[in-house]
């Protein structure tokens, strides 16, 4: 009986903790100071959306993103063309910079983007990850001080699911801070082994391209404690998020056997 009660209190109080922290970054995002670094470095950043029970999530997500003083250039690729992001994204700043596909797209088309090129540090974030200024800040610093790997906040090591940690990864997943170098490597890789008929193009874009960016460096990427992360409630609901596909593991086998050929 006890323990029942205390799975029950724990279960409601990470609810709770949950709505408070939601709230807080609403409130940021509005009313929030500028955040001011001594890194004089820039970033550009990339926010894919795909699912328009996301798309909510991009405005207050862009908005905690601008109070960063380094961040250079924010790029919101809508890729579903069902909607236009332009009706749910009311942001004028000469940083931010709106794309609506006319195609449908995965993950891994942000890193195609033109323009991507000029970029000496990027961060790629999925949509469904709502982040603070300080933890965007955190992550760039430690990309910035070892720019040799791919840094994240979320990966797995050994096939276990890590967060909240300051350590190496195999995989680092939803949120992806890169160099220019990392960037060309990566699409080498998608080039190789697309070409050589190793893996589908569809299989790299929408399910794996969290692999490919992990395989970038000199070294294993390292994911960072930043704090507690906040996710949308979408984070695992089946339709929406992606590893809930029947496919999920089949495209992801698929790739990383091309990789390791």
């Given amino acids: 009986m006890v323990d029942v009660i205390i799975k029950k209190l724990k279960k409601w109080y990470r609810k709770a903790e949950r709505h408070v922290v939601h709230l807080a970054w609403i409130l940021n995002a509005r009313f929030g100071p500028k955040l001011s670094t001594d890194l004089t470095e820039k970033a550009t950043i990339i926010i894919p959306s795909y699912s328009l029970e996301r798309i909510k999530n991009i405005e207050p997500l862009t908005r905690n993103l601008l109070k960063c003083e380094f961040v250079e250039r924010i790029i919101l690729t809508n890729n579903n063309p069902q909607v236009s992001i332009d009706h749910y994204v009311k942001i004028e700043d000469p940083r931010v910079k709106t794309i609506n596909q006319t195609v449908r797209h995965g993950c891994a088309y942000r890193w195609e983007l033109t323009g991507l090129e000029n970029a000496k540090f990027l961060i790629g974030i999925d949509d469904d990850l709502l982040l603070f200024p300080k933890q965007i800040s955190y992550l760039f610093k430690r990309l910035v001080e070892k720019p040799e790997v791919p840094h994240g ?24 801070a890169i160099s220019q170098t990392h ?4 699409l080498e890789l998608y080039e190789e082994i697309t070409t050589r008929g190793l893996a589908s193009v569809e299989s790299i874009e929408f399910w794996s391209d969290d692999l490919l960016i992990s395989r970038t460096g000199t070294g294993r990427p390292n994911i960072h404690d930043a704090g507690y992360i906040l996710r949308c409630k979408t984070a695992v609901k089946t339709g929406v998020a992606l590893y809930q596909d029947e496919e999920f593991k089949l495209r992801r086998d698929e790739v990383r056997n091309a990789l390791d050929t």
Avoid: A, Q
């Fill in 183 to 186: 960037l060309r490597r990566y």
């Fill in 153 to 176: 906040l979320i990966g797995t090591f050994d096939s276990n699911y890590y967060l909240n940690r300051e350590m190496e990864v195999d995989v680092i997943h939803e949120i992806y």
